[in-house]
């Protein structure tokens, strides 16, 4: 969220592939008063990820969730 207030209009995310309504929605809502608590839920799910190898344990996640060991 801190590269939107500073202007920025995007960004490369990795846990916008287990995370992408809560990502699209702060997105969309940034400027919105529960911003910062929005942000805090998403950061929370990272670090959750980030304790492990991040991209190895988001693809394991995505499989399991959608049923699709591939």
Known sequence: MGALRAGGVGCISTAANVNPKAIAE???????SNA???QAGLD??????AKYQMIA???????HYTNDPE
């Open 57 to 63: 344990g988001m693809k394991t996640a995505a499989a």
């Open 36 to 38: 910062d608590e929005r």
């Open 26 to 32: 702060l997105a969309a809502h940034w400027r919105e």
């Open 44 to 49: 929370q799910v990272r670090g959750i990820f």
